[in-house]
């Protein structure tokens, strides 16, 4: 008798075990078929070109946009931009960081504000270090950043600073202008060298970007800078919406002078109430773990505000076209 109870409980619970998996399995017949599937496809998934305008500045210079060889360039790098999304947003991000401190740096220097696009598609406002070993948020290369009165050693490297690098990069740029004629002339001179762009219009006597024969990497380097000159000044016509939380806040600083060295930057950083890694982050310049200083220069080393009622910065163009 024991062993038919054990029995009929067996069928019972293999029964209930059935019944679950024939309702919890998927109904192959209601699956869409290849008609639904296309239909639906066509209906919600969306691959739109996006529009070009029908007239575009550089640095208050014409872009010739007419012509038909200069218009399919900057359509290909809208289609990049603009489809690379991930990227594209993180420009928006840290530009609302960055672009308060380009900004009137190259207005001071006289540099037009549209060079703060050249920054973003260099680096996209990182401290990025490129495989010819160009460094920071402008790309500088080691010999440049010195001959325009950067500091680099094995303690400091003021590439990775945003002040110092942006100076550095308008005095480079206005020079470039001089020697080259125009603004335009001077970005793409800023890929490829002034020595480069001078032998290369030399060569086909015209010094008109526009109407010069590059390698692929210049040829397509304004016309990086322009499409995303498009895009982040107007997002919301390309379909770009981003809240102001979503962006990145200007750092909230004050500085503490320095004419001494620092032996034990990991030590300095808990004596002013942070810690090592916040230190680094505000100062990316400093690229070792002490700060040799025989000479007594003067330093600035940022570290958070303290102070509650101050605000970051936040008057940005960016935030109006959001």
């Avoid at 996209?124 to 500088?140: C, D, E, F, H, R």
């Avoid at 700060?291 to 935030?319: F, G, V």
Wanted: glycine residues 4%; positive net charge; contains cysteine.
């Amino acid at each position: 008798m024991k062993y038919k109870y054990i029995i009929f409980g067996s069928i019972i619970g293999l029964l209930a075990v059935l019944v679950l998996l024939s309702t919890s399995a998927p109904k192959h017949q209601n699956s869409p078929t290849e008609d639904d599937f296309k239909k639906t496809f066509n209906t919600k998934y969306q691959l739109l070109s996006p529009p070009m305008p029908d007239s575009l500045m550089f640095c208050g210079e014409v872009v010739p946009i007419d012509r038909e060889d200069i218009r399919e360039a900057l359509d290909r790098e809208m289609l990049v931009n603009l489809y690379w999304q991930s990227n594209l947003l993180l420009y928006f991000k840290r530009a609302y960081r960055f672009f308060p401190v380009i900004e009137p740096i190259l207005k001071t220097n006289g540099i037009p504000e549209d060079f703060k696009y050249l920054a973003v598609i260099e680096s996209g406002l990182t401290n990025a270090v490129s495989p010819a070993k160009a460094v920071g948020y402008w790309q500088i290369m080691k010999e440049t950043g010195l001959s325009f009165g950067l500091e680099i050693s094995s303690d400091i490297d003021q590439r990775r600073d945003i002040v110092q690098s942006t100076e550095a990069a308008c005095k480079y740029l206005k020079q470039s202008k001089a020697q080259h004629g125009s603004w335009t002339a001077a970005a793409a001179a800023y890929n490829m060298g002034d020595g480069g762009y001078k032998k290369t219009s030399t060569q086909q006597h015209t010094k008109n970007y526009w109407d010069l024969l590059f390698k692929e990497e210049t040829a397509r380097y304004i016309f990086r800078i322009l499409a995303v000159k498009i895009l982040m000044q107007e997002p919301q016509q390309y379909g770009i919406f981003l809240r102001y939380a979503d962006l990145y806040p200007p750092f909230s600083t004050t500085n503490i002078k320095v004419d001494t060295s620092i032996n034990n930057l990991p030590a300095f950083a808990v004596q002013q109430g942070i810690s090592y890694k916040e230190l680094k982050r505000l100062n990316p310049w400093l690229i070792s773990d002490k700060l040799e200083n025989k000479s007594h220069t003067t330093y600035y080393i940022a570290i958070p505000n303290t102070d509650k009622t101050q605000t970051p910065h936040n008057n940005n163009e960016l935030l109006k076209k959001l």
